[in-house]
């Protein structure tokens, strides 16, 4: 019946589907805003690199009208002016272009990462709940039978009343937190079913594929994995651009060769005629004040501040993945005692069964050990899916989610990746 169903939502439009994690970024990243406002982003200033390299071309300008009265004969000038020499002038400005670009670039991949690390968490969330519910059912189960098993020792007077009512007790409490995980369950799902702009069905353990944080413990392959980290990469841009606008700026304080020819009609004693000039000119940009200096000393302040945000980048990028790393070690410690704590609480549970049968323990012991034992597992569920956060949290950081999730790599930024 449950399959039927399953089917017959799969055909309806706008229905639940069951995705895998891959799947799910991929939706995510189709519909997210974020990215098509980087994505526009990066296309218009990849159009303001090929203005800058316009200016390669000469330039035309062009005027009319009447050159006396406002009736009289028409006169017009039409110039044509070709940059010879301009100390690096345009060049710094196609570089300024073409950094901004890059810098673009990195700033989409950085948000493309990030969109996809939100998605992850969602559905890592979506995932812990989802075993957090299926740890407390176990767990009403075997509430459930230590009931039935004291309501029969009631009817048979081996026990009074309180035996049975201790174990409704416990099974109170666990109802309610079904309930309490259910309802985190419902929040999570609705919460990436936003950014999804779909409902999910079903989903999948999504197990990273590498131990990344294991190959970043030595120091070396941390720095390498480090220098091509998008975040850096968008600093490095940074300083490239302020370097050709400190350039450009210097260059625009030194006098600059043109080569100019005009076509002209014009008034000359009285009659209209026509003329032609060609000449090589200097020009220099019009002085007001010191302000051609001063913007020359804003940009070298500007440099200045790029350099100190890319090193305050790298040193954010070292210590979010040292913590990370910490988190790994501490987290896979706290794995293994839960696991010995689980294990040793179901042969415990076993052993008091037989004691309980016996009439050496009563119904309080063994409510405490499945008590024990149930919390247990509930953090061993939170530690499992903290485990894959920490790789996935390295992993955007680095830019580097094929690596744990492979496929992935066709699908973030398509536009940076290619």
Do not use: C
Not at 82 to 91: M, P, S, T
Not at 343 to 369: C, K
Request: hydrophobic share 40%; proline share 3%; charged share 25%.
């Amino acid at each position: 019946m449950t399959s039927a169903l399953v089917v017959a939502l799969g055909l309806l439009p706008g229905s639940l589907q069951a995705m895998t994690l891959l799947e799910a970024v991929s939706q995510g990243l189709a519909v997210n805003p974020e990215i098509m406002a980087a994505e526009a982003d990066a296309r218009s200033v990849e159009t303001e690199v090929d203005i800058a390299k316009d200016s390669y071309w000469p330039s035309v300008s062009m005027s009319a009208g009447p050159e006396n009265q406002i009736f009289g004969e028409i006169g017009y000038d039409v110039t044509a002016t070709q940059v010879l020499y301009d100390w690096g002038r345009i060049a710094s400005q196609v570089s300024t272009a073409s950094a901004e670009h890059q810098q673009s670039l990195a700033t989409l991949k950085v948000t493309s990462d990030e969109v996809a690390l939100d998605i992850i968490e969602l559905y890592l969330d979506v995932i812990a709940a989802q075993q957090r519910v299926a740890v407390v059912e176990d767990y009403l189960q075997r509430l459930n039978e230590l009931a039935t098993m004291t309501r029969d020792r009631d009817m048979g007077g081996y026990s009074d009343r309180s035996e049975s009512e201790r174990a409704n007790l416990d099974l109170a409490r666990a109802r309610e937190q079904l309930s309490v995980e259910r309802g985190s369950l419902r929040e999570a799902q609705r919460q990436l079913s936003v950014l999804l702009e779909q409902e999910l069905l079903t989903t999948q353990e999504p197990v990273p594929g590498s131990d990344l944080l294991a190959t970043l413990e030595s120091p070396q392959a941390m720095s390498d994995a480090i220098a091509d980290a998008p975040a850096l990469d968008k600093t490095e841009a940074g300083i490239e651009a302020a370097q050709a606008r400190l350039d450009e700026s210097r260059a625009a304080l030194k006098p600059q060769l043109n080569l100019e020819g005009s076509l002209l009609r014009r008034e000359i004693g009285g009659r209209v005629e026509d003329d032609q000039v060609i000449a090589l000119r200097i020009s220099m940009e019009p002085i007001q004040g010191l302000s051609n200096w001063r913007r020359t000393e804003a940009a070298g302040q500007r440099m200045e501040a790029s350099r100190y945000s890319h090193r305050a980048t790298l040193m954010d990028i070292e210590r979010s993945l040292s913590g990370l790393l910490d988190q790994r070690e501490v987290t896979a410690m706290r794995q293994q005692g839960l696991r010995q704590q689980v294990l040793s609480a179901e042969n415990v549970i076993s052993t008091y069964h037989e004691q309980f049968n016996a009439g050496l323990r009563d119904i309080a012991d063994l409510l405490s050990i499945e008590r024990e034992h149930f919390e247990a597992a509930r953090q061993l569920v939170d530690l499992k899916i903290q485990q894959y956060r920490l790789q996935y949290r390295a992993a955007s950081q680095l830019g580097m989610l094929d690596a744990v999730m492979p496929g992935i790599t066709r699908m973030v930024a398509g536009g940076v990746n290619g």
